[in-house]
């Protein structure tokens, strides 16, 4: 400190001081501090504690004014507040729907977003009034046309002014929820762009909220490897696999990144730990540089890369390096899907063209391999009967006969039916009758082998026994 009060004192004109700061220095200034009281006359030991307790506060409310914690703190707090109002959103939509679908039900299968639903019953109010409304600045003309035209013939209940009114004040707290939704995440976008713009174009400024605040800060998420910040968010997962001995995950926040939705299945474990390590990169300059560059060049370099890595893995053309970065295209209200009636139209009197007749042949033949899968004994037997018939055609035209001849060909077809089963019946029984013989013979072999193991394992006769004895007591006796 003295240094830096020295050097800025020399800067003035006509002076010139020595600044000395080492050991010596600061055990003076401890000496004068500790005896403070007896050289300042009226100073109190009590004036002294209060000092350095304002001391402490004041450099502990700098110190807590300047942290770059305290900005992490922000974006964890609005990525919180996000995911509840997109919960509370939901369900006051869903509760909307099912108040107002009573009256105009509709009106749901139309239109499929929640705020141009809760925006159509603030401006129409009743069904009846429909018509007469002016919803352009709400929805497009196909949908107004079409909202217009179900409010004429729907089957919905009649509802009270006080019903409405209920109504009404629901879909204003859902417009009202919207709108804040809306500022919130402008806000979470620049507060991202602001303090780490590498990791928001690598991920998104969603996911690397999301990031930071599993980790509790920037820089604790900065600190840590590529392999953690691939799976971070699955740590129930990772833990279940290695009990289990499992294949661990592969992702776990990083996963909703708009570069792993955009490659297939089988690619994206790649793509995650290829996005990991470029968007630990990304952090560490975020984190640790000392001017951030809000430009974000080295992430956009970074995105690059990974996307020409995508694309070589899925056989895609490369993206040239000059060219301009994709921009997301706006959304827009679309009308719901409905249910395409000229598919069951049905042309009674009309003659059936042979386009349509050999399409319906297709089919009838589609839906039979379908059902013979599921065959039942009946079907087998009336499948064994068609089989015969075909076979009563096919020798009928082998020999040139007509129709007149089915019943000579029948009895034909039976006979020969009856010699191949009796040829067959014969052939096992031979068979049966081959391996019966060849098992006994073995058997007999084994028996005699075992009988004869036995003799040459039983022990000699009791005569040969007394022998073998008295041999042996002439031997002994012959020795002494």
Request: hydrophobic share 35%; glycine share 4%; aromatic share 4%.
């Given at each position: 400190?003295?240094?830096?009060?020295?050097?800025?004192?020399?800067k003035?004109?006509n002076?010139?001081?020595?600044?000395?700061?080492?050991?010596?220095?600061?055990?003076?200034?401890?000496?004068?501090?500790?005896?403070?009281?007896?050289?300042?006359?009226?100073?109190?030991?009590?004036?002294?504690?209060?000092?350095?307790?304002g001391?402490?506060?004041?450099?502990s409310?700098?110190?807590?004014?300047?942290?770059?914690?305290?900005?992490?703190?922000?974006?964890?707090?609005?990525?919180?507040?996000?995911?509840?109002?997109?919960?509370?959103?939901?369900?006051?939509?869903?509760?909307?729907?099912?108040?107002?679908?009573?009256?105009?039900?509709?009106?749901?299968?139309?239109?499929n977003?929640?705020?141009a639903?809760?925006?159509?019953?603030?401006s129409?109010?009743?069904?009846?009034?429909?018509?007469?409304?002016?919803?352009?600045?709400?929805?497009?003309?196909?949908?107004?046309?079409?909202?217009?035209?179900?409010?004429?013939?729907?089957?919905?209940?009649?509802i009270?002014?006080?019903d409405?009114?209920?109504?009404?004040?629901?879909?204003?707290?859902?417009?009202?929820?919207?709108?804040?939704?809306a500022?919130?995440?402008?806000?979470?976008?620049s507060?991202m762009?602001a303090?780490?713009?590498?990791?928001?174009?690598?991920?998104?400024?969603?996911?690397?909220?999301?990031?930071?605040?599993?980790?509790?800060?920037?820089?604790?998420?900065?600190?840590?490897?590529?392999?953690?910040?691939?799976?971070?968010?699955a740590?129930?997962?990772?833990?279940?696999?290695?009990?289990?001995?499992?294949?661990?995950?592969?992702?776990?926040?990083?996963?909703?990144?708009?570069l792993?939705g955009?490659?297939?299945?089988?690619n994206?474990?790649?793509?995650?730990?290829?996005?990991?390590?470029?968007?630990?990169?990304?952090?560490r300059?975020?984190?640790?540089?000392?001017?951030?560059?809000?430009?974000?060049?080295?992430?956009?370099?970074?995105?690059?890369?990974?996307?020409?890595?995508?694309?070589?893995?899925?056989?895609?053309?490369?993206?040239?390096?000059n060219?301009?970065?994709?921009?997301?295209?706006?959304?827009?209200?679309?009308?719901?899907?409905?249910?395409?009636a000229?598919?069951?139209?049905?042309?009674?009197?009309?003659?059936?063209?042979?386009?349509?007749?050999?399409?319906?042949?297709?089919?009838?033949?589609?839906?039979?391999?379908?059902?013979?899968?599921?065959?039942?004994?009946?079907?087998?037997?009336?499948?064994?009967?068609?089989?015969?018939?075909?076979?009563?055609?096919?020798?009928?035209?082998?020999?040139?006969?007509?129709?007149?001849?089915?019943?000579?060909?029948?009895?034909?077809?039976?006979?020969?039916?009856?010699?191949?089963?009796?040829?067959?019946?014969?052939?096992?029984?031979?068979?049966?009758?081959?391996?019966?013989?060849?098992?006994?013979?073995?058997?007999?072999e084994?028996e005699?082998?075992?009988?004869?193991?036995?003799?040459?394992e039983?022990?000699?006769?009791?005569?040969?026994?007394?022998?073998?004895?008295?041999?042996?007591?002439?031997?002994?006796?012959?020795?002494?």
């Amino acid at each position: 400190m003295l240094t830096h009060t020295g050097n800025a004192i020399n800067k003035l004109p006509n002076l010139t001081f020595t600044i000395v700061s080492d050991s010596t220095t600061a055990d003076l200034y401890r000496s004068i501090r500790t005896h403070l009281t007896s050289l300042i006359p009226g100073l109190t030991p009590n004036d002294i504690s209060t000092m350095s307790l304002g001391l402490s506060h004041s450099l502990s409310r700098h110190k807590l004014k300047f942290s770059a914690d305290k900005v992490d703190t922000m974006i964890v707090q609005a990525i919180a507040l996000l995911d509840d109002l997109d919960k509370e959103l939901n369900v006051y939509a869903m509760r909307v729907k099912e108040w107002y679908g009573w009256h105009f039900p509709e009106m749901a299968k139309i239109i499929n977003d929640n705020m141009a639903y809760a925006k159509v019953i603030k401006s129409i109010g009743m069904r009846s009034a429909a018509s007469t409304t002016d919803l352009s600045d709400i929805l497009p003309e196909e949908i107004e046309v079409a909202l217009k035209a179900a409010a004429e013939v729907s089957m919905g209940t009649e509802i009270t002014k006080e019903d409405l009114e209920n109504i009404n004040a629901l879909a204003e707290q859902v417009i009202e929820l919207a709108d804040y939704r809306a500022q919130l995440s402008a806000y979470l976008t620049s507060r991202m762009n602001a303090i780490a713009p590498n990791l928001t174009v690598l991920v998104g400024e969603l996911v690397g909220a999301r990031l930071i605040a599993h980790a509790g800060s920037l820089m604790n998420l900065a600190k840590s490897p590529a392999s953690t910040v691939q799976i971070l968010g699955a740590e129930k997962a990772l833990f279940r696999a290695l009990k289990t001995k499992h294949d661990t995950p592969k992702y776990g926040l990083i996963y909703h990144a708009s570069l792993i939705g955009q490659s297939t299945g089988k690619n994206k474990g790649k793509v995650a730990r290829m996005l990991a390590t470029k968007t630990t990169l990304g952090l560490r300059v975020d984190a640790l540089a000392d001017e951030k560059d809000e430009s974000a060049a080295l992430g956009i370099h970074l995105r690059t890369k990974v996307e020409n890595r995508v694309r070589s893995l899925e056989g895609k053309p490369i993206i040239p390096r000059n060219a301009a970065p994709r921009q997301p295209g706006k959304w827009d209200i679309k009308e719901a899907k409905k249910y395409n009636a000229d598919v069951d139209a049905v042309m009674a009197d009309a003659d059936a063209e042979p386009a349509t007749v050999a399409k319906a042949i297709l089919a009838d033949v589609e839906m039979k391999d379908d059902e013979s899968e599921d065959e039942t004994p009946k079907d087998k037997k009336q499948d064994k009967k068609g089989k015969k018939e075909k076979r009563k055609s096919l020798t009928i035209r082998e020999k040139g006969g007509d129709e007149g001849d089915a019943e000579m060909t029948d009895a034909a077809v039976d006979a020969k039916e009856k010699k191949d089963k009796k040829e067959k019946k014969e052939k096992k029984d031979k068979k049966e009758k081959k391996e019966k013989k060849e098992k006994k013979e073995k058997s007999k072999e084994t028996e005699v082998e075992k009988s004869k193991k036995r003799k040459s394992e039983s022990p000699a006769p009791e005569s040969e026994r007394k022998k073998s004895k008295k041999d042996k007591k002439e031997k002994k006796k012959d020795k002494a």
